[in-house]
């Protein structure tokens, strides 16, 4: 009785530790099985794993083997045995007919042994890691919700849960300032999935910048629908965000849309950021409008679109732009270490000469 309930707790505790279906782990440990016993009898290593028929019982916490054999004249396959050898195992056996050869798993030495539990650690490892694919492979570039379960203490690095698999959150992908607890629920945005076809890993993130804008999706029907579009993101992690939209109908206001009722939509969004400032920038096609409207909250008095010139390092064609801001608003359209002109010139894709109007010549 001590040695059934053993097995069946054992066998219920890889189950659920590892997420697998009873009926798979079963297959995997016939397996081991089969790789344990070609170790231990070299007579059966050219045996295909079809002529091996093993039972597992796990209420009477029997395991029955045998390798079955086909009886013949002359053998010349591995799965062949002669009618004279046949008789010794079954006194019955005829040409045509099969016969089993029952071999004691528990009889296996060390090394059988060990192979064949080397084995079932491969074979789950390797179910778990189809398995964490599997899950994630549509949720790249997707916004997930994820459980904390640890926090470690010397590298920050967080060990989040998503249904029955856990991912690592790395201190550099989250916002920086930010304190996560554990037990606590959070917003990640699925980056990648690395070494899919050997041992992947999920790469998730709050730092970027796709967060920001499946948050406003789940958060902003109309972007849902459609009906508003976001056209482009910039971001500084825990600092600020910039997010430019567009209204596809008239009678929709692009900015209001994204702030809600009262601020509710925004306001949600920004605490989920952990306090992260959100500039909402009104889309124009028209870039000398873009590009005054990115630069807010700061007012501008002109823009003038300057000839492209090619980078100095990547020989790439950049645009640029002059901006003229009145005297008193240079230094909050340029923002405290150029944050605001930055994430401006991110935003719109130009680089932005910001001058006040005091330097204007005559």
């Known amino acids: 009785k001590e040695k059934k309930e053993k097995l069946g707790e054992a066998l219920s505790g890889i189950e659920k530790e590892n997420g697998i279906d009873g009926e798979i782990l079963i297959e995997k440990i016939k397996t081991g099985l089969i790789r344990a016993a070609k170790k231990q009898y070299k007579e059966f290593s050219g045996c295909t794993d079809e002529d091996f028929k093993i039972e597992i019982d796990r209420e009477k916490n029997k395991i029955t083997m045998a390798v079955i054999k086909q009886v013949v004249e002359t053998p010349e396959a591995p799965n062949e045995i002669s009618l004279e050898d046949a008789k010794k195992i079954n006194s019955r056996a005829k040409i045509g007919g099969k016969v089993n050869i029952k071999l004691s798993p528990a009889s296996f030495g060390r090394g059988a042994a060990g192979a064949a539990k080397q084995s079932l650690r491969n074979d789950i490892r390797d179910y778990e890691n189809a398995q964490l694919v599997e899950q994630f492979k549509d949720k790249v570039g997707e916004c997930i919700t994820a459980k904390v379960v640890r926090i470690d203490a010397v590298s920050g690095i967080a060990t989040l849960q998503v249904e029955k698999n856990e991912i690592l959150l790395f201190k550099s992908e989250q916002i920086p300032g930010e304190i996560i607890k554990e037990g606590q629920f959070v917003k990640v945005y699925v980056m990648e999935i690395k070494n899919s076809d050997k ?153 932005i000469d910001i001058k006040p109007e005091n330097e204007i010549p005559e």
């Open 199 to 351: 041992k992947p890993t999920v790469k998730v993130s709050r730092k970027h910048h796709g967060l920001v804008k499946r948050l406003f999706e789940l958060e902003v029907p109309e972007i849902h629908d459609g009906t508003v579009e976001i056209k482009s993101i910039s971001r500084e992690a825990g600092v600020r965000t910039k997010i430019a939209v567009i209204s596809n109908d008239e009678n929709v206001d692009a900015k209001g849309a994204c702030i809600g009722p009262k601020r509710s939509r925004i306001t949600r969004i920004i605490e989920e950021l952990e306090g992260e400032k959100i500039d909402i920038i009104q889309y124009s096609e028209n870039d000398e409008e873009f590009i005054a409207s990115a630069l807010s909250p700061a007012q501008v008095v002109s823009v003038t679109i300057n000839e492209p010139e090619p980078d100095e390092k990547t020989g790439e064609m950049k645009n640029k732009c002059s901006v003229i801001v009145p005297n008193n608003q240079l230094s909050l359209a340029i923002g405290n270490r150029g944050q605001n002109a930055k994430l401006a010139a991110k935003l719109t894709k130009y680089t």
